[in-house]
């Protein structure tokens, strides 16, 4: 199969997919697409394409909704970058604290000073002083793979920890220290915590999310530290806030033109991920995913298609991307069984407007499976493995 890689991607993940897959630069008559950051929306995907693995957790730089038209499963990798994430948002907790990046660029400008230098120094650290974070109040918003890391690791550094989540996962609430009191509204953060660490997707319910209406409810002198996504904030606002002291500092990992040269904003350039742990980490897990989408149907980590993860148990394996509608289910199952074939198992999920269905056949597939399901209206893709 051939495995097209719009960016540089780990060995350590590629080399997993071993024999019988192609590496290619070339996106014509690729079944599967590997990539980092590079923009694909205004690609044209071919026809072949059935898979895109994202070696990241953001998918904005994907055509997730076209993607979904055409029965292309796209792939992230959550968690796999989260140590590399949160390790940075601890950096920053510190930055946004104690003026660290402006103590330090002050200090180039003693260079030439000679011996004076020192004394220099001594007269003007105090112009750099700032809080320890010990006994304040951290509070992480989003409690994801990323969060519940930040949440845990700060109530070791002697942080009272707020974590407010309303979709908190089984698998992250088992993660979740206990020491880490369970907000019940965002209002709840914004007047309590002394600083703010933000970890959601941005979608256009979180788009601005930390504007104006935010700020006025937040502590006098609030530190904000976004990992996350630039959009999350209102910029206007954010410059506002910063303008007034509302808020003391921000540190964000996206900076943008409106951001660049503001007083007590520290941006850094896009290093959340920026680790060859990181790297690895979601190279690998792409990889896999990938394969095994590839060659036995099955979903996990897709932010369009419903996870669906089944053992093969017969020779052949029918996969049908369709759109989430009535009656679905005994339409293909009864035009799988005109064919003569017969249907061991199956397995179907939904996920908004898009369902999966997986049929596991006894014995090979007429050649004519896939057109007849095809005529089914809602279906998308079929695939025979």
Avoid at 167 to 191: G, P, Q, T
Avoid at 223 to 242: Q, Y
Avoid at 316 to 330: D, G, W, Y
Avoid at 370 to 380: D, L
């Amino acid at each position: 199969m051939k495995i097209c890689t719009l960016n540089k991607i780990a060995a350590c993940g590629t080399e997993r997919l071993g024999a019988g897959y192609e590496l290619t630069e070339d996106l014509a008559g690729a079944q599967g697409v590997m990539v980092r950051s590079a923009a694909m929306h205004d690609m044209d995907l071919p026809e072949s394409l059935v898979a895109i693995a994202r070696a990241g957790a953001g998918v904005n730089n994907i055509p997730v909704e076209d993607c979904s038209d055409k029965g292309i499963v796209v792939f992230n990798t959550p968690g796999a970058n989260a140590n590399a994430v949160k390790e940075l948002v601890l950096a920053g907790l510190f930055l946004s604290s104690r003026k660290i990046v402006d103590g330090c660029n002050w200090a180039q400008t003693l260079a030439g000073e000679g011996e004076a230098a020192a004394k220099l120094v001594e007269k003007g650290k105090s112009a750099f002083a700032g809080p320890e974070i010990k006994g304040k109040k951290l509070g992480v918003i989003g409690l994801g793979a990323i969060g519940v890391l930040v949440a845990n690791a700060a109530t070791h550094l002697g942080m009272e920890v707020y974590g407010y989540d309303p979709y908190l996962s089984v698998d992250a609430a088992w993660k979740l220290s206990r020491s880490v009191y369970h907000a019940n509204a965002l209002e709840e953060i914004y007047a309590e915590c002394d600083y703010i660490s933000v970890h959601v997707p941005l979608t256009p319910d979180t788009k601005g999310m930390l504007g104006a209406d935010a700020f006025a409810t937040m502590k006098e002198g609030v530190r904000i530290l976004n990992f996350a996504r630039a959009g999350l904030v209102d910029s206007d606002a954010m410059k506002a806030a910063l303008a007034s002291g509302k808020v003391a500092s921000y540190v964000v990992d996206f900076p943008t033109a409106e951001m660049l040269g503001v007083d007590n904003v520290v941006a850094i350039p896009h290093l959340g991920a920026s680790t060859p742990e990181s790297e690895d980490n979601c190279a690998v897990m792409a990889a896999d995913q990938l394969k095994d989408y590839l060659e036995n149907g099955n979903i996990v980590n897709s932010v369009n298609f419903p996870e669906v993860k089944v053992p093969r148990s017969t020779e052949s394996r029918v996969c049908v991307l369709h759109k989430n509608i009535p009656n679905m289910l005994a339409q293909i199952s009864s035009v799988v069984s005109a064919t003569g074939a017969n249907i061991e198992a199956m397995t179907n999920k939904s996920r908004k407007d898009y369902a999966y269905t997986v049929l596991d056949i006894e014995g090979k597939v007429s050649d004519n499976v896939v057109a007849e399901i095809m005529k089914v209206e809602g279906i998308i893709r079929v695939r025979i493995l």
